[in-house]
């Protein structure tokens, strides 16, 4: 439990916060019904969190009125959200004031007494930074690692935080103990990282960004030594078949063997004081490690680049004055002939799909095609992640997504977020 307080301990020395004297504001107790009603999309969004939530169906339960309306029967308030967070549901929100509550329990005569303290709330133990300065941002790997070198693009003043598995930088995100998570998706070679697209179903963070960073690969080893000595070369799995034609140009007779992570890699090296095996990573990780560089920018295509995506506990409130990014993921159970339609619904709308890919829906893999239990007939079951290029503020965005509700059997929207929009070069430098 120790993992949900911030570093440092100053809150155990800390007086509870008071609210001022001077008009107390109206607090209130918010209790969660849920029931299965019918949802859908409104016209448009507002501009406030609470309207953003409710609209595109992303943390639920966290939705809240900020002004509630005069209830019609006086013994309760009741405010509806609906949301489309992977299951047709909808939510009643009964707001109950705290007058009411703490009337009976004060005495009538008492006028002197002063508001009541605000109890402590996660927000006060670990308050979210503002955008780039001094958040506290999980990557996979180790210390001069591409995900290390993208968490800092992304947030340049942040304080990194390794963790050896990508599920593990997932938890300490939803754990407190890190405020964002910087994590790769897909490369320009190496396909995606499905092994992430699963994760962001199994977890219920959102994503609030991307960045794209161009990858850079050497062939380290230890001091004084040369290349005619090496006998084996490790790295990630990507990073080796990245460079594969490569190797076989510098005429290396060596054995090629995957690891966890290209820093890693070049660790495991410099630990071990392995002078007969190379690492292919960074140019970071050599400085980082006292490792030489053998042989730079060693990636078979110079263009070859890794898009990151940025994770928060809390979706991001979705513009117009810039291009936006949606991540969508979806399954249906009739067959090929609904994908196409959901496929309309984005092209009808001149709507640009930027990726599509589908995974194994593991709760149902295999379906039976024929009526009849005898039949041996079969095909696997999917889901299907969706990036298209539109703002969950933009009507357009919202009518498709409405289209697709009627065909599919689940939706969810991972997030709506800025396009990064940084301009690159093939990289021939070191990093």
């Known amino acids: 439990m120790q993992a949900l307080l911030p570093p440092s301990p100053n809150y155990l020395t800390k007086p509870a916060l008071r609210l ?61 959200v609906g949301s489309v967070n992977g299951h047709k549901t909808s939510v009643d929100l009964e707001i109950v004031p705290m007058e009411k509550l703490s009337s009976s329990s004060s005495s009538p005569d008492d006028k002197s007494s002063s508001p009541p303290p605000r109890a402590l709330t996660i927000t006060d133990l670990s308050p979210a930074p503002m955008h780039g300065a001094q958040l506290r941002v999980a990557y996979q790997g180790v210390p001069g690692a591409y995900s290390e070198a993208a968490a800092g693009k992304a947030y340049p003043k942040c304080e990194a935080i390794p963790c050896d598995q990508f599920e593990v930088a997932f938890q300490a995100v939803e ?15 190496g396909g995606s990282i499905h092994r992430n697209y699963d994760l962001l179903l199994r977890h219920r963070l959102h994503i609030v960004g991307e960045v794209q960073l161009p990858v850079h690969h050497c062939l380290l ?56 095996t190379a690492a292919i990573a960074s140019a970071r990780a050599a400085e980082l490690y006292g490792m030489e560089i053998l042989e730079n920018g060693i990636q078979d295509d110079s263009s070859n680049v890794t898009r990151f995506v940025m994770l928060a506990r809390e979706p991001i409130i979705p513009r117009t004055d810039r291009p936006f990014k949606t991540s969508i993921v979806f399954a249906h159970d009739k067959g090929t002939s609904v994908l196409f339609k959901v496929l309309s619904a984005f092209a009808f709308r001149n709507i640009s799909l930027t990726k599509i890919e589908s995974r194994p829906h593991r709760n149902r893999p295999i379906r039976l095609v024929s009526d009849s239990n005898e039949g041996t007939a079969s095909h696997f079951e999917y889901l299907f992640y969706v990036d298209f290029e539109a703002s969950m503020a933009e009507v357009r965005a919202q009518n498709a997504l409405a289209e697709v509700q009627e065909f599919t059997s689940f939706l969810r929207v991972l997030g709506s977020y800025p396009i990064d929009m940084t301009p690159w070069s093939p990289s021939r430098g070191g990093d």
């Not at 754990?175 to 490369?187: K, Q, S």
């Not at 290349?227 to 190797?247: D, G, M, W």
């Open 20 to 80: 001022p004297r001077v008009a107390p504001p109206r607090l209130a107790v918010f209790k969660c019904a849920y029931r299965s009603d019918s949802v859908h999309f409104p016209n448009s969004v507002g501009s406030s969190r609470a309207d953003w939530q409710s609209s595109c169906a992303i943390l639920a339960s966290n939705v809240v009125s900020q002004q509630p309306q005069p209830p019609s029967d006086k013994s309760r308030t009741t405010d509806h």
């Open 221 to 276: 080893a230890l001091p004084g030594v040369r290349k005619e000595y090496l006998n084996r070369v490790i790295s990630h799995p990507q990073a080796l078949a990245q460079c594969e034609l490569t190797l076989t140009k510098l005429g290396l007779n060596v054995v090629r063997e995957a690891v966890d992570d290209t820093a890693g890699a070049a660790e495991f090296v410099a630990a071990n004081n392995l002078r007969d």
């Open 175 to 189: 754990l407190w103990i890190a405020d964002r998570a910087v994590l790769p998706v897909e490369n320009s070679l």
